[in-house]
Protein backbone atom coordinates (compact mmCIF):
# COMPACT_ATOMS: atom_id res chain seq x y z
CA UNK A 1 0.00 0.00 0.00
CA UNK A 2 2.66 2.25 -0.44
CA UNK A 3 1.63 5.36 -1.48
CA UNK A 4 4.69 6.87 -3.36
CA UNK A 5 7.30 4.29 -4.25
CA UNK A 6 11.11 4.74 -6.11
CA UNK A 7 12.44 2.54 -7.62
CA UNK A 8 15.78 1.83 -7.40
CA UNK A 9 16.56 2.51 -3.56
CA UNK A 10 19.96 2.62 -4.25
CA UNK A 11 21.95 2.84 -7.38
CA UNK A 12 25.62 2.75 -7.80
CA UNK A 13 27.00 3.92 -11.47
CA UNK A 14 30.36 5.20 -13.14
CA UNK A 15 30.95 8.82 -14.29
CA UNK A 16 29.99 8.93 -17.68
CA UNK A 17 26.86 6.61 -17.67
CA UNK A 18 23.08 7.38 -17.97
CA UNK A 19 20.76 6.07 -15.88
CA UNK A 20 17.01 6.58 -14.74
CA UNK A 21 14.68 6.73 -11.26
CA UNK A 22 11.18 5.74 -11.59
CA UNK A 23 7.76 6.83 -9.35
CA UNK A 24 5.46 6.12 -8.72
CA UNK A 25 2.25 7.70 -6.70
CA UNK A 26 -1.10 5.80 -6.06
CA UNK A 27 -2.54 8.55 -3.78
CA UNK A 28 -4.66 10.28 -6.99
CA UNK A 29 -2.70 13.43 -6.83
CA UNK A 30 -2.24 15.76 -10.12
CA UNK A 31 1.04 17.33 -9.16
CA UNK A 32 4.84 15.28 -8.77
CA UNK A 33 7.95 17.09 -8.18
CA UNK A 34 11.38 16.10 -8.13
CA UNK A 35 13.77 16.98 -5.34
CA UNK A 36 17.42 16.70 -4.43
CA UNK A 37 19.00 16.13 -0.97
CA UNK A 38 22.46 16.83 -0.68
CA UNK A 39 24.96 15.52 1.77
CA UNK A 40 23.90 18.25 4.48
CA UNK A 41 20.73 16.94 3.85
CA UNK A 42 19.42 19.95 2.39
CA UNK A 43 16.44 19.58 0.55
CA UNK A 44 15.57 21.65 -3.02
CA UNK A 45 13.35 21.08 -5.79
CA UNK A 46 14.41 20.22 -9.21
CA UNK A 47 11.19 19.77 -11.15
CA UNK A 48 7.36 19.79 -10.55
CA UNK A 49 4.61 18.60 -12.94
CA UNK A 50 1.16 19.39 -12.56
CA UNK A 51 -1.33 16.80 -14.47
CA UNK A 52 1.60 15.71 -16.63
CA UNK A 53 2.48 19.38 -17.47
CA UNK A 54 6.23 20.60 -16.56
CA UNK A 55 6.03 23.33 -14.09
CA UNK A 56 9.03 23.97 -12.40
CA UNK A 57 12.47 23.43 -13.80
CA UNK A 58 15.16 24.92 -11.23
CA UNK A 59 18.52 25.95 -12.22
CA UNK A 60 19.22 22.30 -13.09
CA UNK A 61 21.88 20.79 -15.72
CA UNK A 62 20.16 19.93 -18.76
CA UNK A 63 21.58 16.49 -17.85
CA UNK A 64 18.28 15.79 -15.99
CA UNK A 65 15.12 15.23 -17.87
CA UNK A 66 11.81 14.47 -16.14
CA UNK A 67 9.76 12.45 -17.90
CA UNK A 68 5.83 12.19 -17.14
CA UNK A 69 3.82 9.26 -18.92
CA UNK A 70 0.94 10.20 -16.98
CA UNK A 71 -0.38 11.60 -13.59
CA UNK A 72 0.93 8.62 -11.62
CA UNK A 73 4.51 8.46 -12.66
CA UNK A 74 7.16 10.52 -13.23
CA UNK A 75 10.83 9.19 -14.13
CA UNK A 76 14.12 11.25 -14.31
CA UNK A 77 16.53 10.55 -16.47
CA UNK A 78 20.06 11.61 -15.97
CA UNK A 79 22.95 11.94 -18.56
CA UNK A 80 26.75 11.68 -18.46
CA UNK A 81 26.56 11.50 -14.61
CA UNK A 82 28.67 13.00 -12.83
CA UNK A 83 30.72 12.65 -9.20
CA UNK A 84 28.69 15.52 -7.67
CA UNK A 85 25.55 14.38 -8.87
CA UNK A 86 25.89 11.82 -5.73
CA UNK A 87 23.00 12.56 -3.68
CA UNK A 88 19.44 11.09 -2.55
CA UNK A 89 16.49 12.14 -5.06
CA UNK A 90 13.36 12.35 -3.61
CA UNK A 91 9.92 11.94 -5.52
CA UNK A 92 6.94 14.04 -4.10
CA UNK A 93 3.28 14.26 -5.00
CA UNK A 94 0.39 16.50 -4.04
CA UNK A 95 -3.29 17.22 -4.72
CA UNK A 96 -2.64 20.78 -6.17
CA UNK A 97 -0.62 22.88 -4.08
CA UNK A 98 -1.26 21.18 -0.51
CA UNK A 99 1.19 19.01 1.71
CA UNK A 100 3.15 16.98 -0.53
CA UNK A 101 3.84 13.59 0.14
CA UNK A 102 7.73 12.11 -0.65
CA UNK A 103 8.68 8.88 -1.61
CA UNK A 104 11.87 6.82 0.81
CA UNK A 105 14.36 8.40 -2.37
CA UNK A 106 17.04 6.97 -4.37
CA UNK A 107 20.50 7.23 -2.78
CA UNK A 108 23.14 8.05 -6.07
CA UNK A 109 26.55 7.13 -5.86
CA UNK A 110 28.65 8.15 -8.48
CA UNK A 111 32.42 6.63 -8.39
CA UNK B 1 13.17 34.45 -2.73
CA UNK B 2 11.88 32.38 0.12
CA UNK B 3 13.97 31.94 2.87
CA UNK B 4 13.74 29.20 6.04
CA UNK B 5 15.94 29.50 8.81
CA UNK B 6 15.37 26.76 11.58
CA UNK B 7 16.89 26.37 14.71
CA UNK B 8 18.95 24.95 16.79
CA UNK B 9 20.93 22.78 13.81
CA UNK B 10 21.03 19.71 16.81
CA UNK B 11 18.77 19.56 19.96
CA UNK B 12 19.82 16.55 22.63
CA UNK B 13 16.98 15.88 25.23
CA UNK B 14 16.33 13.69 27.93
CA UNK B 15 13.02 11.55 27.50
CA UNK B 16 9.83 13.79 29.40
CA UNK B 17 12.07 17.03 28.62
CA UNK B 18 9.95 18.93 26.92
CA UNK B 19 11.40 21.75 24.18
CA UNK B 20 10.77 23.30 21.01
CA UNK B 21 12.00 24.01 17.58
CA UNK B 22 11.97 26.95 15.81
CA UNK B 23 11.48 27.75 12.15
CA UNK B 24 11.93 31.39 11.00
CA UNK B 25 10.66 32.10 7.21
CA UNK B 26 11.44 35.32 5.21
CA UNK B 27 8.44 35.05 2.12
CA UNK B 28 6.26 37.95 0.24
CA UNK B 29 4.02 36.86 1.59
CA UNK B 30 3.31 32.91 3.10
CA UNK B 31 0.45 30.42 1.46
CA UNK B 32 1.68 27.76 3.89
CA UNK B 33 4.35 26.22 6.05
CA UNK B 34 4.91 22.51 6.41
CA UNK B 35 6.76 20.36 9.50
CA UNK B 36 8.09 17.11 8.19
CA UNK B 37 9.93 14.29 10.24
CA UNK B 38 12.84 12.49 8.24
CA UNK B 39 14.18 9.55 10.00
CA UNK B 40 17.04 8.25 8.50
CA UNK B 41 17.53 6.70 5.24
CA UNK B 42 13.16 7.54 4.54
CA UNK B 43 11.60 9.85 3.01
CA UNK B 44 9.98 13.37 4.74
CA UNK B 45 6.57 12.41 6.38
CA UNK B 46 3.84 15.21 6.73
CA UNK B 47 3.14 16.12 10.01
CA UNK B 48 1.63 19.98 9.40
CA UNK B 49 0.29 22.63 7.62
CA UNK B 50 -0.48 26.15 9.06
CA UNK B 51 -2.11 28.70 6.57
CA UNK B 52 -1.90 31.45 8.75
CA UNK B 53 -0.61 33.66 11.93
CA UNK B 54 -2.27 32.26 15.19
CA UNK B 55 -2.66 28.86 13.81
CA UNK B 56 -2.03 25.99 15.49
CA UNK B 57 -2.47 22.17 15.12
CA UNK B 58 -1.42 19.43 17.43
CA UNK B 59 -0.62 15.28 16.95
CA UNK B 60 0.17 13.68 19.70
CA UNK B 61 3.28 15.25 21.37
CA UNK B 62 3.69 17.41 18.94
CA UNK B 63 2.09 20.96 18.46
CA UNK B 64 2.49 23.28 15.53
CA UNK B 65 2.13 27.14 16.04
CA UNK B 66 2.32 29.91 13.72
CA UNK B 67 3.25 33.48 13.78
CA UNK B 68 4.15 36.61 10.95
CA UNK B 69 7.69 35.46 10.81
CA UNK B 70 8.07 31.81 12.51
CA UNK B 71 6.45 28.96 13.76
CA UNK B 72 7.62 26.53 17.05
CA UNK B 73 7.19 22.73 16.63
CA UNK B 74 6.49 21.77 20.54
CA UNK B 75 7.43 18.42 21.56
CA UNK B 76 6.36 17.47 25.10
CA UNK B 77 7.30 14.66 27.24
CA UNK B 78 9.73 13.57 24.42
CA UNK B 79 10.64 9.07 23.65
CA UNK B 80 13.35 7.96 22.53
CA UNK B 81 10.61 7.35 19.34
CA UNK B 82 10.59 11.05 18.75
CA UNK B 83 14.02 11.42 17.58
CA UNK B 84 14.44 12.54 13.91
CA UNK B 85 15.30 15.40 11.82
CA UNK B 86 12.46 17.74 11.85
CA UNK B 87 12.34 19.92 8.62
CA UNK B 88 10.35 23.09 7.77
CA UNK B 89 9.12 24.32 4.92
CA UNK B 90 7.26 27.69 3.25
CA UNK B 91 5.22 28.21 -0.01
CA UNK B 92 4.35 31.84 -1.36
CA UNK B 93 1.28 32.79 -2.84
CA UNK B 94 3.91 33.68 -5.51
CA UNK B 95 4.70 30.08 -6.31
CA UNK B 96 2.08 30.06 -8.79
CA UNK B 97 3.10 29.98 -12.19
CA UNK B 98 6.28 28.59 -13.12
CA UNK B 99 6.86 27.74 -9.43
CA UNK B 100 3.47 26.18 -8.65
CA UNK B 101 3.67 23.94 -5.44
CA UNK B 102 7.42 24.79 -4.81
CA UNK B 103 8.62 24.16 -1.29
CA UNK B 104 11.29 26.17 0.13
CA UNK B 105 12.82 24.33 2.86
CA UNK B 106 14.86 24.75 5.87
CA UNK B 107 18.09 22.93 6.97
CA UNK B 108 16.43 20.70 9.65
CA UNK B 109 17.06 20.40 13.30
CA UNK B 110 17.98 17.12 14.26
CA UNK B 111 16.58 15.91 17.23
CA UNK B 112 17.87 13.04 19.48
CA UNK B 113 15.96 12.13 22.63
CA UNK B 114 17.93 10.10 25.29
CA UNK B 115 16.21 7.05 27.41
Known amino acids: DTAVSQTPKYLVTQMGNDKSIKCEQN?????MYWYKQDSKKFLKIMFS???????INETVPNRFSPKSPDKAHLNLHINSLELGDSAVYFC??????????FGPGTRLTVT | EDQVTQSPEALRLQEGESSSLNCSYT??????LFWYRQDPGKGPEFLFTLYSAGEEKEKERLKATLTKKESFLHITAPKPEDSATYLC????????????????FGQGTILTVHP
Open chain 1, 27 to 31: LGHDT
Open chain 1, 92 to 101: ASSRGRDEQY
Open chain 2, 27 to 32: VSGLRG
Open chain 1, 49 to 55: YNNKELI
Open chain 2, 89 to 104: AVTSPNAGGTSYGKLT
